[in-house]
């Protein structure tokens, strides 16, 4: 009985695949109607459903799937041609079919008769064959016919695809099409596996739990001096961390899964609009967690109706404005910075700003007054508040004020974030970052008076240490809230012991300025130490704290308290840090208020080399972390200097190439840690001097200096820019053979 639910399980899963499969077809069969590869592949998995249904004795199911496979033979043979009722049809069939497989799921049967509407309507679609054509001569199965042939000379493309396909039934396809399907799966059961979700849900909170107990033992053993039980934990940390990276990829999905369903949305909605829109799929083998991809689908299903809906215009508007009739709707998808980037872009009208603002004011979202003083962008950015709607009328589409504030909502529910951008009359661009994974998660863990905790890397972009002696100094107060002025502009501040209503904050003591990003802008939260970066396994909240917004979730720490994690977005919202931004920016320059955005383009980091005065930068971009590691860590692969670090083996670039001219008495070197496509690389360095914005650099492209990009002048002095992808690319061709255990 066992074995029989397994192989009805099987059978559900694969004939949801073949359907998906199926469906993409249709679709794409309309466009191109002579694309024989489609065909083939539509005729396959439809012939899969059907044979497998014998097996189980679903008699309706198999009698509804054997009209569509009729009509897919017909169009393989060359009889007839993929149009739009062919294509509404097909699509309504596959809907059907879906019902019957929801039905077999829920009670293990196909249940009610096939509807016959449905098939006489397939069939009906089907041509009929004269007495000859359907008992062909021997000359007909030797010459092909004539008729498909015509397209050869409009697609030539595809004619030479349909010369390798055979353009006739009479060489048994009924034989044929098993035998291709089984060496499919043969070699597919060769490198995979199925594996039940809620097994590896249960395997990464075992994970989880693991990597809590890791951190504990390290924590413990880092202060002891048994030199076994030290090398045991880091034994235990490698493997540790070798297991979780392994599971997580497990649990990893390419996105093009969420994008399957879309051109079968777009067709529908082509035909409600009575627009014309062609899909542009990019970046669709990116991966992220499978939880997170179910969670973003049905945000993205609201960004392409609302796209197709309010973007993109109609042939005869696209026609007047000088625009192809055809719309184009873009979907991509890559990874940014530790976080998967979504990205869904039209060529329609664009956003009316002035008309959003004027919708805000009506619905009292804004005062005039205040309407005055906001950016382009901040005008656009009220599309995402509940209940609010351009659209004139509502239809079963879109007016109702409900879509793009779900998007947001759900997007930031799993700790990602939404911007858009829009050109009147060149379209909209709405950009979502979204966390590879919400399971274990790199942070800084941070102190406030006695309590810990913890910062999301995503969100860091930086650390400002500050003396006591310079805080009064530093830190002013502008318009009743605390600023900073970094690099020559104002930062709004947010002080944690305010924030947590824990006291007012000491000025005797050194402070710690951690400048966070969230949602496009940038502020400092201000705390009384910063302890070290962990991989956090992310818990729940209890219900004490569970309406509290400034908290995503809690961690235990490796002395078996518990730290909370902060959600940077809703610390921002709820300390009125774009309120306080705003008038910044109208303080700094009040006659280009609305213009000038408070953020630097580029921001790099300013060092030194060597032991001269020479100093050079480095994108701040392509630094992961600053640390300071003692001379006696350092250890010898291949004749290349490396370090034990965090469970791996770091590799070591001196940045002069003297590391053999180090002083003998010299006890601490500064390394900055950067990713690469090779893994994690630390670059030495002599000195770490300041972090600089790129408006006060002029830069000369010189290019003859390997692993220097260009020569220009920061803060009065001569800079280079340092070239790392040149750099690592060089360093790895010279050692990367040596050493296979390097990062």
């Known amino acids: ?16 695949e073949n359907l998906g499969q199926l469906e993409q077809d249709i679709v794409a069969l309309e466009r191109s109607p002579q694309d024989s590869e489609r065909i083939a592949s539509a005729f396959r998995a439809i012939h899969t459903i059907k044979g497998t249904c014998g097996f189980f004795g679903f008699t309706q199911l198999e009698t509804l799937s054997h009209a569509l496979e009729d009509i897919l033979g017909a169009m393989r043979d060359g009889d007839q041609h993929m149009d739009l009722p062919h294509a509404t049809a097909l699509l309504d069939g596959v809907d059907e079919i879906r019902v019957f497989l929801k039905r077999i799921h829920n009670d293990g049967k196909d249940g009610d008769p096939a509807p016959q509407a449905l098939i006489d309507r397939l069939h009906a679609l089907i041509p009929t064959r004269t007495e000859n054509e359907a008992a062909p001569s021997p000359s007909q199965i030797t010459q092909p016919p004539t008729e498909p042939a015509k397209p050869e000379h409009t697609k030539p493309a595809v004619t030479s695809e349909q010369n390798v396909m055979p353009t006739s039934d009479h060489s048994s396809p009924e034989k044929a099409e098993p035998e291709i399907t089984s060496q499919q ?13 809620m097994l590896l849900d ?25 030199a076994q039980l030290v090398n045991l934990s880091q034994r235990l940390n490698m493997v540790t961390s070798e297991l979780q990276e392994g599971l997580m990829q497990t649990r990893m999905q390419p996105i093009r899964n969420a994008w399957s369903t879309y051109p079968r949305l777009l067709l529908d909605l082509e035909r409600k609009t009575g627009k014309r829109v062609t899909p542009v799929l990019r970046g669709g083998d990116t991966e992220l967690d499978r939880s997170l991809l179910e969670a973003i689908r049905d945000p993205l299903i609201h960004l392409v109706r609302n796209a197709v809906d309010h973007g993109i215009e109609t042939p005869e508007h696209r026609r007047a404005r000088g625009k192809p009739e055809t719309g184009t709707l873009t979907m991509s998808a890559y990874h940014e910075s530790g976080n998967v980037t979504v990205e869904v872009s039209d060529d329609g ?27 382009e962008q901040e005008k656009i950015r009220y599309i995402f508040e509940p209940g609010f709607s351009t659209a004139d009328t509502v239809s079963d589409l879109s007016g109702r004020g409900v879509g793009l504030d779900v998007v947001r909502t759900n997007v930031e529910r799993i700790g990602g974030s939404i911007d858009i951008k829009s050109l009147t009359g060149r379209g909209t ?12 998660v790199p942070a800084l863990i941070v102190r406030c008076l006695h309590q810990r905790f913890a910062i999301p890397q995503a969100n860091l972009m930086e650390v400002v240490y500050v003396e006591s002696d310079r805080l009064d100094k530093d830190i002013e107060t502008v318009h009743d809230a605390l600023v900073y002025r970094l690099r020559g502009r104002l930062l709004p501040l947010v002080d944690m012991r305010s924030l947590m209503q824990m006291g007012d904050r000491e000025t005797e003591k050194d402070q ?55 959600d940077v ?27 000038q955005p408070i953020r630097a383009a580029e921001n790099y980091l300013l060092v030194r080399p060597d ?23 350092i250890e010898y692969s291949a004749g290349r200097e490396v370090i034990q670090y965090r469970g791996g083996i770091l590799p070591l670039i001196c940045l002069d190439n003297h590391h053999d001219n180090r002083p003998d008495d010299q006890d601490i070197v500064r390394i900055v840690v950067q990713p690469t496509e090779f893994g994690e690389v630390g670059l030495v360095v002599n000195d770490i001097i300041d972090i600089v914005s790129d408006d006060e650099a002029a830069m000369q492209q010189n290019g003859k200096t390997e692993g220097i990009l260009g020569t220009g002048i920061l803060q009065g002095r001569v800079t280079d820019f340092i070239d790392c992808d040149s750099l690592f690319k060089r360093f790895h061709g010279t050692h990367g053979n040596e050493d296979s255990n390097g990062s």
């Open 202 to 226: 249960k395997l990464m909170n075992v994970v989880g739990e693991l990597v809590l107990t890791r951190n504990q033992l390290l924590q413990h053993t880092a202060n002891q001096n048994d």
């Open 185 to 197: 799966q043969a070699g597919k059961s060769d490198t995979t596996v199925r594996v039940d979700v």
């Open 512 to 566: 710690f300025i951690l400048v966070l990003t969230a949602d496009q802008q940038e502020f400092g939260l201000l705390v009384d130490d910063v302890r070290d970066t962990e991989e956090i396994v992310v818990k729940p909240l209890g219900k004490l704290l569970k309406d509290n917004p400034c908290f995503a979730g809690a961690t235990i720490m490796g002395d078996g308290r518990v730290a909370l994690i902060l």
């Open 1 to 16: 009985m066992q074995e029989n639910d397994k192989a009805l399980q099987s059978f559900l899963i694969e004939s949801d």
């Open 569 to 595: 977005k809703s610390t921002a919202d709820f300390a009125g840090v774009t309120r306080h931004e705003r008038k910044l920016r109208h303080q700094e320059n009040p006659l280009a208020a609305d213009t």
């Open 349 to 375: 009208a664009g956003l009316d700003s002035d008309k959003i603002i004027r919708r805000a004011m009506e619905a009292g979202l804004v005062r005039p007054e205040q309407a005055e003083q906001l950016t």
């Open 611 to 633: 032991g001269t005065s020479g100093r050079s930068a480095i994108s701040l971009s392509k630094v992961s972390r600053l640390e300071e590691i003692s001379t006696d860590r």
């Open 429 to 440: 661009t709405l950009k979502l970052k979204i966390p590879l994974t919400l399971a274990i």
